[in-house]
């Protein structure tokens, strides 16, 4: 990985991220230095790896955290931020690289503004939009011979509350075409659930399906071009948390990944669901889509059924990317495959670093995981102070360690993370908006269950929320590291 890197700081000059987290640029920098972040979160722990005059923060200086999205950073190249973002790209000298979460639409159409500043290395957003359709990937699953959850696509008013049940049984779902980390999801349990939902969203359309009782997996991949036509490589799949109730108080609420506990998955199964990411990516390929994505399955009976497109990079690609940097000998990780796609038309020796990357080493297994917290509450603000870093937990509670951001500074299996987002005393956290991450080297879930957290992970949860004191505007309270 250092030749590749080394090589494209040397001949591309300078690299920045841009997306919801500034911690998903933590597993990058570690591997190809950062010299810009665009981001919507301000964490406690940004210091920690990056200057503080090169985060360009959508929370900065806010004293708000709500669940941010991708387009809050759109919105938010409007104003003040976006002047400053573009003063500095315009006087940067040279050309930025900018590794996108997902593209944004106010930096495609930048009509000059930024002086052919900054090259953008993601799939236009036109693209993307199309494979993010929920809908669309239902209604193409049959003639790409892959199986189909039961279900329909209708307007929801159209819908009826007995007719569903009979035919799909209860609880079933209904999701909107358009949606990520749970957001658009709704389970339908009782007939008010479906009239609220009608109420609400009369002229929607939505797909509505069976709800399928099994655990879900998650799978990075990347799409490209070759001179054999597309070519879609895959890593080895995470288990997905949803809905975790020590987390979240939604059913649907992404919550985070755990390799770890897919070591013990059935080698048939993977296989299964890596065709199927295959076949997928030369599907999207086929509407010009290149670079990384990812897919969500849920697993029943040993049939992975596919459930949706992520069209980008996804929250699980940054765990990702460090947990195969911690690995020995290994040649690179999919976002530096992401750039070489992206830089290869002019670049003989990127054509061939992709035409000679060993796909099967990103099927190894690796060890890690990491959960989402979210705030379970109303409006609160968080009276606690609770440092980032690397924790212990011991019988008085939670002991800090050392400073740190990464899985890079935990050194054994009883030690954990805090880190993506930790919020500093006085931040309002809005409800359900994500609070900050536990990352471990090891599995956070029970491996034989695959929907719980083991007792031990649970313990850690219940401490951070206790140490943070998310409750009602107060005066702080505050701590040394212990």
Request: proline fraction near 6%.
């Amino acid at each position: 990985m250092k030749k590749i890197s080394e090589y494209l700081i040397e001949k591309y000059g300078k690299w920045g991220w841009l997306g919801q987290r500034a911690h998903d640029a933590c597993g990058i920098n570690r591997i190809l230095p950062l010299d810009l972040i665009i981001c919507c979160d301000h964490g406690r722990e940004l210091p920690v790896y990056f200057r503080p005059e090169d985060v360009y923060s959508v929370e900065g200086g806010t004293g708000i955290r709500r669940d941010w999205s991708n387009e809050d950073l759109n919105d938010s190249l409007k104003g003040d931020l976006g002047r400053r973002i573009r003063r500095r790209l315009v006087t940067q000298g040279g050309k930025v690289n900018l590794i996108c979460y997902r593209s944004v639409r106010r930096l495609e159409n930048g009509k000059g503004r930024y002086r052919n500043n900054p090259r953008l290395l993601a799939v236009a957003q036109r693209i993307k939009k199309r494979f993010d359709n929920k809908a669309l990937l239902h209604r193409s699953l049959p003639g790409l011979s892959l199986p189909q959850i039961p279900g329909i696509v209708d307007r929801i008013s159209r819908a009826d509350f007995k007719r569903l049940r009979e035919d799909l049984e209860l609880p079933f779902v209904i999701q909107f075409p358009y949606g990520s980390s749970g957001h658009y999801t709704f389970l339908i349990k009782r007939p008010k659930d479906l009239k609220s939902l009608v109420e609400h969203h009369p002229e929607a359309t939505a797909l509505i399906r069976k709800y399928i009782d099994g655990f879900s997996l998650n799978v990075n991949a990347v799409v490209l071009s070759s001179g054999n036509g597309p070519r879609v490589m895959c890593s080895a799949p995470s288990v997905q948390m949803t809905g975790i109730p020590e987390c979240s108080n939604s059913p649907a609420s992404f919550c985070g990944n755990d390799y770890s506990a897919a070591r013990d998955l059935d080698p048939a199964l993977v296989r299964q669901v890596k065709s199927y990411m295959e076949t997928i990516g030369r599907w999207m390929a086929s509407s010009g889509f290149r670079g990384l994505f990812g897919m969500d399955f849920v697993v029943k009976d040993g049939t992975a059924y596919p459930v949706e497109i992520n069209p980008r990079f996804q929250n699980s690609t940054s765990l990702l990317t460090v947990l195969h940097s911690l690995s020995a000998n290994r040649k690179g990780t999919l976002f530096l495959l992401h750039i070489a796609e992206f830089l290869q038309d002019k670049d003989v020796l990127l054509r061939r670093y992709i035409k000679d990357f060993p796909a099967e080493e990103l099927m190894r297994p690796v060890e890690g995981s990491q959960l989402i917290i979210h705030n379970r509450l109303e409006k609160r603000l968080v009276t606690g102070d609770l440092f980032p870093g690397v924790y212990r937990r011991q019988r008085k509670g939670l002991k800090h360690l050392k400073q740190g951001a990464s899985l890079w500074d935990c050194s054994g299996p009883d030690e954990f993370l805090l880190t993506s987002g930790v919020p500093a005393p006085s931040l309002r956290v809005e409800p359900n908006a994500p609070v900050l991450k536990i990352q471990s080297r090891g599995n956070l879930l029970d491996i034989s269950n695959k929907r719980r957290l083991t007792p031990e992970t649970a313990k850690i949860v219940s401490l951070v929320y206790e140490r943070l004191s998310l409750k009602k505007p107060g005066r702080v309270k505050t701590a040394e590291p212990a």
